[in-house]
């Protein structure tokens, strides 16, 4: 289990650009696809991560590796998945001061941006689809496809942000006794 928590986590780390929360719909498709966890234990699984200290990314991989290896898997998984962004970073550090003004370059460091946006929003639509809609077939909610108590949650949430400059702490302990108080 170790040495496939290091491989999945390398590759994971390899071919995500973009830190965490573009690894979110990577991380997804890998954890269901090796049946690691289901969507509702994914979403928990974010929500833990964005709420504890530290890049969502090593968190991301610690939970998983703790669930699937123990404390060795926790290590062996927050490294692994850490090592790519580091070797590719020292790699294009060392060459990018020669290359900044290539024309090639510069298009090519646009390019990326606007992927690591798209995998942005890509893991946003997935937490929400989780966190917010009703599963397919299950019917019911605010037309037939939202869960009324997360969509009033969401909106309370996002108003209360908007509305009140308080320390994230607050709004995250929050919505956890509300979670629990809903749920």
């Not at 669930?67 to 990018?96: D, E, K, N, T, Y």
Request: charged content about 10%; hydrophobic content about 55%; proline content about 4%.
């Amino acid at each position: 289990m170790l040495v496939r928590l290091v491989l999945e986590f390398l590759g994971i780390g390899l071919f995500t650009y973009g830190g965490g929360l573009a690894m979110l719909v990577l991380l997804q498709d890998r954890a269901e696809e090796l049946q690691w966890m289901g969507p509702a234990q994914f979403a928990d699984m974010i929500a833990i991560s964005q709420s504890t200290p530290g890049p969502i990314a090593i968190n991301l991989a610690t939970f998983v590796g703790v669930v699937q290896g123990g404390v060795a898997g926790a290590v062996a998984a927050s490294i692994a998945v850490c090592v790519p962004g580091v070797l590719i970073s020292l790699l294009v550090s060392r060459f990018l001061q020669t290359f900044a003004e290539n024309p090639t370059v510069v298009h090519l460091l646009k390019g990326i941006r606007a992927l690591v946006v798209g995998l942005i929003a890509m893991a946003v639509f997935q937490i929400a689809k989780i966190s917010i809609l009703v599963p397919e077939g299950q019917g019911g909610g605010l037309l037939g496809i939202f869960h009324p108590v997360s969509l009033v949650l969401l909106g309370v949430f996002v108003y209360g942000i908007a509305r009140w400059d308080k320390h994230p702490l607050v709004y995250i302990l929050l919505g956890g006794v509300l979670g629990v108080l809903a749920y």
